[in-house]
């Protein structure tokens, strides 16, 4: 137990967090130069393409007689459950500073959720070997903003592994050992887990206390399910097969099950033979912030989605979905995600790993109706809203967020969050030049447009991080969207009553040059209950027709009509009004 | 009925929105050229009686007196029923006493005249010539030599034109009162100059609204709509287009010229250097019963008269509505059925792509 330290990397996006995990990998001789692929902590192709890490990992790593665990965590707010929890299975925590940019909003964010862990921190400004490096501006920052003194600041560069074997004796030296615990009973924390198509799920686990080992019976605390341990195992990276797993140690476990829902992260995992009573703190489902419709174009694909939908969450806990029928987009599935990033993914996922062309309505958060009945509903779905006059009150979900910007564009800054409705809290200067503005807002406009609007306000200079604060009641309204008279259910959203009539405006326009003419004339409107706030009117087609048509190029103009037919395809018919998939995205757009 | 076409690729130049097979005219090359040719037809002309001959272009008048002696040499050897409809496509320029004496002497009784319009602007765009004074004059001589079936190529909605560019086209058109004119909305064809100079199509509204008009004055001056692009005084219908229309078969000879023979729909090359190698044919295709069935929908719906139902069902053995979904757009009143024949609501006949792709 004294010889092992667990610790994680934490940093905000594109620190260089994976590269140092590379180098720390390389350095302790867990792959040598011809195995290292680089960035191997992130296995997932849309990992590496969005240099974020999604999926946790954990590797053992050895460093002058010592056993060294590292956690990896992922890298955005969307996890911040997961981050805590991996973080919970770590003794210290390497906070990675980028040597150009300094301290950014999940920086901070990281740096609170280790401090409420308890961890040793290790602040580490990396890139050093940046030529715009300024490691005596990045010093000072995290010596006024963060708290920590000169000496325990650490530099290195992930690229170049300058520093690196320093970084590893601060390791050994400043991060305690695991606590032990004084029962000795059985406790693994389990910090992830994933399915694997011949063992079942696999579960990560810290070993707080006691010990697994082959062929103990696994009790899950939380639910009370049991297992039989199959196989146990640590990453070296590579997988290595052992006995058992014991009080201190970091590892993953097989014991053929078969569903992921039982494996919760941040469960605690105990053993029949040495039976814990009480679990470790910090357990809670995790819950989805963000709801959207997903259907397929192709009506005869929803069984191929329900199937990728299934293989998805095996992987991934904190998808829900259940099937919803829109009288627009026919059979789909009304799914929730813990964020935007985790919505992205799961939908870019469907389309590349197993090519089902989807159609995603815009993403609604969850609503709380008081109705005048005395009752209250919650609503992840427009469509479900209840009629004006037997509601109350409606709340929706505020985040407490911080925003990171050069001091220049604080007068940006507070115009965009007035704008969106924002609640001004008020101003940190992290030193002259940069601030980091607290603001509430409301999820509702994070999940719209604000990212976009954050990044052409401050020319990508500003850096975001939020977290659920409370729900507040609002005045809210159902925006309909007809097209040829008819109410397309997949395009009602919930607006503020006072940008109902620029969202309305805004969303016609773009369905009117987004919807192909048709051979008859296609008003489109917008509308609060029975009252229409906007209108616009798409012309009929005048226009289509093969002018030429001689025995030269009869077959050439077939195969032109064959093409047009092809991309008759993919429209989704809204009554008889031909509408192109994009359509349904146009309520989260703004232009 | 037996149809020929058969195409002469020259031209003296190249205009800017023509995306047909075509190449520089020069002496040395159209003597080959005429050699291939005449061995083409040998190798695939049958010996059936021929209804219709169209000679196209490229710029079949471009041939100079001994080619096209040569040239009609060659068409000789075709069978020709005593009422074949014999079109040669003529350039303005081109037309005199020498070229109408061979034509008329070798049987050529319609002529085609590339004119487009008479409009400055319209024709500098095209990156051809023509003046009123001089079209009148070359069709009296055409008369003359006793042809008188005469087709007028008129070109609209080209980019800056108006309704009052195009008004002033038309009338001088009607004014020389052709038996035919064949009238295109200007199409930018991949590989065109036009294309390449990323020119853009009118606003289809204005577009329409030609089209409209077109259609209406024609009709008060007494031609028959009888076809998307085509129209003609009575009886003076091109049989040879038609042909194409009803989903007739057809000989195509000469370099990228199309034909259709045996349930085979084939291309020629156009390559020239393999084309007077006699590598003729560069693809060919057996259609299915299905596809034979779709281009006679394809094509037949774009005469007005539309598609005798008796006749689709002695030609394929089945009802039309068995074979497509026409009840429907009948309900929708895109397609109308009436004595007989199935048509495209004359008021739909723009739009008509979005009711093929409905149906076939």
Known sequence: ?591 | MNHVYIHIPFCRKICSYCDFCKIFYDENHADDYLDALEKEIKDFYMGEEINTIYIGGGTPSVLNYRELERLFNIINSFKRDVNCEFTFECNPEDINDVLLNILSSNGVNRISIGIESFNKEKLNLMERRSSYEDIKAKMNLIRYYGINNINLDLMYALPNEDLDILKNDLKQFIKLAPEHISTYSLIIEEHTKLNNENIKNIDEDLDAKMYDYICKKKKKKGYNHYEVSNFALNGKESAHNLAYWNNEEYYGFGLGAAGYMNGFRYENTRNLSDYLKGNYRSNEALLSKQEIMEYEVMLGLRKLKGINLQEFFDKYEINIQDAFPVKPLIRNKELIYKNGYLFINPEKIYVMNEILSKMI
């Open chain 1, 1 to 591: 137990m004294d010889h092992i330290r667990n610790f994680c990397i934490i940093a905000h996006i594109d620190h260089g967090k994976s590269t140092l995990a590379d180098r720390i990998l390389e350095k302790t001789g867990a792959l040598d130069k011809r195995e290292m692929k680089d960035q191997v902590l992130d296995s997932m192709d849309l990992e590496r393409e969005r240099g974020i890490t999604i999926k946790l990992n954990a590797v053992e790593l050895n460093y002058k007689g010592y056993t060294l665990h590292l956690i990896d965590t992922p890298g955005h707010v969307d996890f911040s459950y997961e981050v805590s929890r991996s973080l919970a299975a770590c003794d210290g925590a390497l906070l990675v500073i980028d040597a150009a940019q300094g301290i950014e909003a999940q920086t901070l964010a990281n740096l609170y959720l280790a401090l409420n862990s308890d961890l040793t921190i290790i602040p580490v400004i990396n890139k050093i070997d940046l030529p715009n490096a300024d490691i005596p501006k990045v010093k000072k920052e995290i010596i006024d903003v963060l708290g920590f003194k000169e000496d325990e600041i650490v530099l290195c560069s992930g690229k170049t592994g300058e520093g690196i074997d320093n970084l590893l004796d601060a390791i050994v030296s400043r991060i305690n050992p695991p606590k032990k615990m004084e029962d000795n009973k059985t406790r693994g924390l389990i910090f992830d887990s994933y399915f694997d198509a011949y063992r079942g799920v696999i579960a990560s686990v810290a070993i707080k206390s006691g010990e697994i080992k082959k062929g103990d019976t696994l009790i899950m605390m939380s639910t009370g399910a049991e297992y039989q341990v199959i196989e146990l195992g640590v990453n070296t990276p590579k997988e290595k097969l052992v006995d058992k797993l014991s009080s201190g140690s970091v590892g993953w476990i097989s014991a053929s099950i078969k569903t992921i829902d039982t494996v919760r992260v941040g469960d605690t995992i105990t053993t029949k033979e040495n039976k814990a009573d009480n679990p470790l703190d910090g357990y809670k489902p995790m819950k989805p912030m963000v709801y959207s419709g997903i259907y397929p174009i192709e009506p005869n694909k929803y069984e191929a989605l329900k199937e990728s939908l299934e293989k998805l969450k095996l992987n991934d806990a904190s998808l829900v979905f259940e099937p919803e029928t829109s009288e627009a987009l026919g059979f789909g599935f009304r799914c929730g995600f813990l964020g935007l990033l985790h919505m992205d993914i799961i939908e870019e996922r469907i389309r590349r790993e197993f090519n089902i062309d989807i159609i995603a309505t815009s993403p609604s958060v969850i609503y709380e109706v008081r109705l005048t009945n005395g009752e209250t509903i919650y609503i992840d779905n427009p469509c479900e809203m209840p009629d004006k006059v037997k509601i109350n009150d409606i709340l929706e979900p505020y985040v407490k967020a911080s925003i990171f910007v050069p001091s220049e564009y604080i007068g940006p800054i507070m115009e965009l969050c007035q704008e969106k409705r924002g609640i001004y809290i008020t101003t940190e200067y992290i030193d002259l030049k940069r601030v980091n503005i607290i603001y509430e807002l409301p999820l509702a406009e994070i999940v719209y447009d604000f990212f976009d609007k954050l990044k052409s306000y401050t020319k990508g200079y500003a850096s975001f991080d939020y977290e659920l604060s409370e729900y507040k009641v609002s005045n809210l309204v159902k925006m309909d969207i007809l097209i040829n008279g008819e109410v397309v259910d997949a395009l009602s959203l919930i607006v503020h009553k006072d940008n109902a009539y620029h969202r309305g405006m805004q969303i016609t326009k773009s369905l009117r040059s987004l919807i192909p003419r048709q051979l008859f004339e296609v008003p489109i409107q917008a509308s609060i209950g029975s009252k229409i706030i906007a209108r616009e009117t798409i012309s009929a087609m005048r226009k289509n027709v093969l002018a030429k048509c001689y025995g030269g190029d009869v077959t050439r103009k077939r195969k032109l009509l064959e093409k047009q037919k092809e991309g008759k395809k993919r429209m989704k018919m809204v009554g008889s009004v031909e509408v192109p998939p994009e359509a349904f995205l146009v309520v989260l757009s703004n232009e």
